[in-house]
């Protein structure tokens, strides 16, 4: 069961992680990053946080999605509970260095 685990964590985050090419621009940074967020946290939860925004310091994309906040009916507010994913991209060479969901 422990290695059946580890292979699929292996293939999860091992192929999230492979090299893309250099990442020359945020719209690059967010296709990769909401690939490896899929792989994750699932494709309803990242469609949920789109429109995804990119910025690049030090050589690394961070890619970080948008809290929608709703009340009870559905309607938009100011009040959000919640948080959003995030990824983590090298900008050298395409690599998804981390991803996380805040809170």
Known sequence: MKLASALVFMLVFGAAAAPQGKVSDSEAAVKIAEKALIRVYGKRQIESERR?????EDGVWTVYGTLHCKDQDGNPTDICVGGVAVARISEKDGRVLSTMHTK
């Open 52 to 56: 995804f925004k990119a910025k690049l």
